[in-house]
Structures are given as structure tokens and as C-alpha cells.
């Protein structure tokens, strides 16, 4: 069935490079996506979403991008900082106008940052 | 803190067993979810009420099932449980998704069966 992947497992950055965390989806009707971050021992946190109209989205240190022709999602942390060490999910919700939040997400990519 | 409480934090009971979990939304969010997260599925949604009633279905089980209250409170119970139930739970809230919003989640109910 049609379900949203990561590229990579695992990334490794020195502290102060830019990360950059990618997803592939499968299902061409979702029009809504989002980024959430899971450090260990707690519930996912979103970061930041972006809606299918659009390509980009910027927020504090993050950059969300949106690739509709290959079907491709990125996360990109800015400056990136020992805080940021965890897992990265993201989500894809095929229902958006239906009132509901069924999201479909990723495996996940574990960030590790390097002091 | 998210503001949706989750409890138990941790649950060990054994195959065969009933468990039921909680959740309390946050104060003024109407939409409640479930959500299982285990190594092998990864996060998985369940089911989905508003103001009460049961208003989406996923991947759950029917050995499972839940609820809302009037307080909007919703409790997840878990039936004749297997091996493979052992996960982590999570309860999410929302406001009306219509008028947009994120999906804040607890910090989950750690089930283990024995």
C-alpha cells in the first residue's frame, strides 16, 4: 500500500551544520504534511507543516521543502544544535478536508548531533 | 509539556488480559486520537473521536477499543492481549481540524505483555 519512507535510518552532524532530513511519500492525494521531532521517552512534537500549495515553509532554524513532482519532503535544521538529537518523523495526512487527523508516518530518522 | 496527560506511563500485564489507558485532552481540544508506536509498524494511527462520538477508524484491532466521555476524556481498552500488543500508546488532542491547528500528543502509556 501507498505509505510515506525516510531515505536514511541514521544522520550524524557536527554541531553548527545545517541537517538535512529527507521523506519520500507515495500517496499523490495528500495535500498535507508535517514534521515531528521524538526525543526518547516522549510523545512526538510537531515542528512544522506545510501544506500542498506550497513548496517552502520557514521556521525558527527549520526549513520545510516540498517537492509534489518526485513526491519528496525535507527537513532542513539550520546551526544545528545538541538539542536537536532525536528522532525525526514525517507525516503525511491523505484526509486533510474530512476534519481528521489520520496521519501516515514515516519510519523516522535518528539525528545525532557531534559536540 | 503538551497539556494531554496520559496514564498509565507504564503497564506489564500478561497475554490473555484487558488493559484500558487514558487520556485527557487539552483543556478545550474536542478531537482525541490513538496512536500505537511499535519497532516493527511505527507510529500507527488507531482511531479518532470528537465531542463523543467515534469519528475515524485506522489500523485498530478489534480486540480494541475506546471511548470519549462527556468530560472529553477518552479511554483505549485492549482485550485478550498478545505478545505483539506490547507498544508504546499514544493519546493526541486536537481543536476542530477544520479550522486547522496541530495534533499535540501525550508522552504516551508503555504497555509490555508477558
Known amino acids: 500500500g501507498e505509505s510515506v519512507g525516510l531515505h536514511l535510518p541514521t544522520l550524524s552532524v557536527q554541531e553548527g551544520d545545517n541537517s538535512i532530513i529527507n521523506c519520500a511519500y507515495s500517496n499523490s492525494a495528500s495535500d498535507y504534511f508535517i514534521w515531528y521531532k521524538q526525543e526518547s521517552g516522549k510523545g512526538p512534537q510537531f515542528i512544522i507543516d506545510?501544506?500542498?500549495?506550497?513548496d517552502k515553509r520557514q521556521g525558527q532554524r527549520v526549513t520545510v521543502l516540498l517537492n509534489k513532482t518526485v513526491k519528496h519532503l525535507s527537513l532542513q535544521i539550520a546551526a544545528t544544535q545538541p538539542g536537536d538529537s532525536a528522532v525525526y518523523f514525517c507525516?503525511?495526512?491523505?484526509?486533510?478536508?474530512?476534519?481528521?487527523?489520520?496521519?501516515?508516518f514515516g519510519k523516522g530518522t535518528k539525528l545525532s548531533v557531534i559536540p | 509539556d503538551s497539556g494531554v496527560t496520559q496514564t498509565p506511563k507504564h503497564l506489564i500485564t500478561a497475554t490473555g488480559q484487558r488493559v484500558t489507558l487514558r487520556c485527557s485532552p487539552r483543556?478545550?481540544?474536542?478531537?482525541v486520537y490513538w496512536y500505537q508506536q511499535s519497532l516493527d509498524q511505527g507510529l500507527q494511527f488507531l482511531i479518532q473521536y470528537y465531542n463523543g462520538e467515534e469519528r475515524a477508524k485506522g489500523n485498530i484491532l478489534e480486540r480494541f477499543s475506546a471511548q470519549q466521555f462527556p468530560d472529553l476524556h477518552s479511554e483505549l481498552n485492549l482485550s485478550s492481549l498478545e505478545l505483539g500488543d506490547s507498544a508504546l500508546y499514544f493519546c493526541?488532542?486536537?481543536?476542530?481540524?477544520?479550522?486547522?491547528?496541530?495534533?499535540?500528543f501525550g508522552e504516551g502509556s508503555r504497555l509490555t505483555v508477558l
Open positions: 483543556s478545550g481540544d474536542l478531537s
Open positions: 506545510i501544506r500542498s500549495n506550497m
Open positions: 493526541a488532542s486536537s481543536v476542530d481540524v477544520r479550522d486547522g491547528g496541530e495534533l499535540f
Open positions: 507525516a503525511e495526512n491523505p484526509l486533510s478536508g474530512a476534519g481528521s487527523y489520520q496521519l501516515t
